[in-house]
């Protein structure tokens, strides 16, 4: 039975939680799959009874080796990874830094640092908490007040 949340070397990972792949993911059988910086979504978490998990990852990149995690999202934009695979070839690390221009209440984001929250939907959306207070929301309660707004996830990139 899937489950709604993991913990994973001590972090909390919940369904919607983003994932990034690292620079490992270039010597793994994903070559050519899977960009390092990629971003994809957690939408299954399987718990074994061996103490490991899986997870189903979604892409909105379309990938012709994938399938739908169980009808989860559409055909050729999910794929379940093994634990081993998810300690080697990803990350958790969502630290952000707006790369674009972005006017939110008058003033340009465009250099700002975060981090990501939560993926809002299937349409490139990041629900992001930013290091200072730009006017916006708590994210739901998920980040500080003043400090959360939704933003195109092609307007941000990882950070160290």
């Given at each position: 039975?899937?489950?709604?949340?993991?913990?994973?070397?001590?972090?909390?990972?919940?369904?919607?939680?983003?994932?990034?792949?690292?620079?490992?993911?270039?010597?793994?059988?994903?070559?050519?799959?899977?960009?390092?910086?990629?971003?994809?979504?957690?939408?299954?978490?399987?718990?074994?009874?061996?103490?490991?998990?899986?997870?189903?990852?979604?892409?909105?990149?379309?990938?012709?080796?994938?399938?739908?995690?169980?009808?989860?999202?559409?055909?050729?934009?999910?794929w379940f990874f093994e634990d081993e695979e998810i300690r080697r070839y990803f990350t958790f690390k969502t630290n952000i830094v707006v790369v674009s221009d972005f006017e939110f209440k008058k003033e340009n984001l465009k250099g700002?640092?975060?981090?990501?929250?939560?993926?809002?939907?299937?349409?490139?959306?990041?629900?992001?908490?930013?290091?200072?207070?730009?006017?916006?929301?708590?994210?739901?309660?998920?980040?500080?007040?003043?400090?959360?707004?939704?933003?195109?996830?092609?307007?941000?990139?990882?950070?160290?």
């Amino acid at each position: 039975m899937p489950a709604k949340s993991i913990e994973i070397d001590g972090l909390m990972v919940h369904i919607e939680s983003p994932i990034i792949a690292n620079k490992d993911i270039l010597d793994s059988q994903y070559l050519g799959i899977i960009e390092p910086g990629e971003v994809m979504i957690v939408k299954t978490i399987y718990r074994k009874s061996n103490n490991t998990f899986s997870l189903g990852l979604y892409s909105d990149k379309y990938k012709s080796e994938w399938h739908d995690l169980e009808g989860n999202v559409e055909n050729g934009h999910g794929w379940f990874f093994e634990d081993e695979e998810i300690r080697r070839y990803f990350t958790f690390k969502t630290n952000i830094v707006v790369v674009s221009d972005f006017e939110f209440k008058k003033e340009n984001l465009k250099g700002l640092k975060g981090r990501i929250l939560a993926a809002v939907d299937k349409t490139n959306h990041f629900l992001v908490e930013f290091e200072k207070n730009i006017g916006g929301s708590s994210g739901d309660g998920l980040g500080k007040r003043g400090r959360c707004i939704i933003i195109d996830r092609r307007l941000v990139k990882e950070t160290g």
